[in-house]
């Protein structure tokens, strides 16, 4: 009999076959202690102990509409039953239709994807494409960002996870300063004012830099991971500026805030701005099988019609993909969900609100729809944070008490650093948003404790 028969195999011997054979990204391989998954079903997760988790980060904020919804799998059943690969020079019903439904919802004139098998490739793709076409080399992004784990999208973001890898990173990469009002780099007294002098500071990078050198400005359509750093009004719209003045292209990186996360289709449709070039990938499948894919501009499109276009991927436009990123399109249609993490967004923005009069140690809280995290603080007259970006072990004893009690309680979330992050997935109710603001609220307490 098959030892690969999951349902005869005990609990113990599968987290010993994981944590034995396997490796887990982003961390030490011994100690580990994985949460050992059984099910999961709508906004929760369950372990082979039968404990239950409020899924609050969608797990890596791309379950967007909730885990188990057994539409996604009858019609992947469905397109295998009719093809489940051809190479990607072929064409099928299911790649055209998602084609077509990626130009109808993306921002203005952005017409035509290459489809990838995830984020980083994406990027990856994006910026390849952007050289091609410019003929130029340089691109510039924000160091408090990220953009994927490869190479190329590595370098690309700021992340700190980057570092170990920058003596053999992409070159041509070069960083600007965000438009953390917060924490303004220029000590800015207005949100406006911190606006300004971070594109007045990207101008002035890119004057350095050469204006004929650089190829693309890339930037997400709502910051995620790097804590929600939310961009004050105008920026987007002043940056496009700015890149349509000196010929530079720009790319919009939704693959986390893109499908809704922050209400709308896409990040960016909050800025009134069309990219040349948007990337995508997360919330286009839920998840539930990989897939992504860069969408650009017609004219871009058109400049390889009489030239091959140099990227390729065995698994582009894999067509049982696509049949599960054009049923879940679906589904936040027919089900509303976008409107639902608007609306559940604002019940979020109320009620952490109301969290900030109980806990001192809540510094600030920034949200786009259900794309927000909270930033703990030592003192909130100084913002000495609870832990430091980039935190060493030693720096992160407090907030590990803090995520060890938000589990402890039932609740899987992503803390990193001073940052408790909320963007679960588009179909929580507000009982299930009060349940998992109570426990983010238990565990605050400890680091109110630390507060000055």
Not at 191 to 219: F, P, Q, T, W
Not at 400 to 428: C, D, H, Q
Request: net charge neutral.
């Amino acid at each position: 009999m098959s030892t690969l028969t999951a349902s005869k195999t005990g609990k113990e011997e599968i987290l010993k076959n994981n944590l034995e054979h396997t490796i887990f990204s982003w961390s030490k391989q011994s100690g580990l202690n994985p949460i050992n998954a059984e099910h999961a079903k709508g906004v929760y997760v369950y372990d082979r102990s039968g404990k239950r988790y409020l899924d609050f980060t969608s797990q890596l904020m791309n379950v967007n509409i909730g885990h188990g919804d057994q539409r996604v799998t009858d019609a992947v059943v469905k397109q295998m039953q009719e093809v489940s690969y051809v190479n990607p020079g072929m064409a099928t019903e299911a790649r055209g239709l998602l084609g077509k439904k990626l130009a109808e919802i993306t921002p203005g004139t952005l017409n035509r994807t290459f489809f990838t098998n995830g984020g980083t490739e994406a990027i990856e793709h994006a910026i390849k494409t952007a050289r091609l076409v410019t003929g130029r080399h340089k691109i510039i992004t924000l160091y408090q960002s990220y953009h994927g784990a490869t190479y190329g999208a590595l370098s690309a973001g700021g992340d700190p996870r980057g570092i170990p890898h920058d003596s053999q990173g992409v070159p041509n990469i070069i960083h600007v300063e965000n438009p953390y009002f917060y924490r303004c780099p220029w000590d800015s007294k207005t949100e406006e004012g911190c606006c300004d002098n971070a594109v007045a500071h990207m101008e002035r990078i890119i004057k350095y830099e050469g204006v004929n050198s650089v190829a693309a400005i890339l930037m997400e359509g709502e910051s995620g991971s790097s804590g929600c750093i939310k961009y004050p009004k105008g920026y987007w719209k002043k940056v496009k500026a700015l890149a349509d003045k000196y010929g530079i292209l720009t790319i919009c990186d939704e693959v986390m805030s893109g499908f809704g996360r922050t209400g709308k289709w896409f990040g960016i449709d909050h800025h009134g701005v069309e990219p040349d070039m948007l990337c995508m990938a997360k919330g286009i499948t839920s998840g539930y099988i990989p897939l992504g894919g860069v969408i650009m501009s017609e004219k871009i499109a058109t400049h390889f019609n009489d030239k091959p276009l140099p990227i390729g991927l065995t698994y582009s436009a894999h067509a049982v993909a696509c049949a599960a990123a054009n049923e879940v399109i679906k589904i936040y249609e027919e089900d509303s969900l976008i409107e639902n993490a608007a609306n559940m967004g604002h019940y979020v923005d109320k009620q952490v609100e109301k969290l900030k009069d109980k806990h001192p140690s809540i510094g600030d809280f920034r949200n786009t729809g259900l794309l927000g995290c909270i930033e703990l603080v030592k003192n909130r007259k100084t913002k000495e944070p609870m832990a430091p970006w980039n935190a060493a072990p030693n720096e992160m004893e407090i907030m590990n008490k803090v995520a060890a009690k938000i589990s402890e309680l039932g609740m899987y979330t992503f803390v990193r650093w001073n940052w408790i992050f909320i963007a679960p997935p588009l179909i929580i109710t507000k009982d299930q948003i009060d349940e998992g603001l109570d426990i983010i609220s238990k565990a605050i307490s400890i680091a109110d404790g630390h507060c000055n």
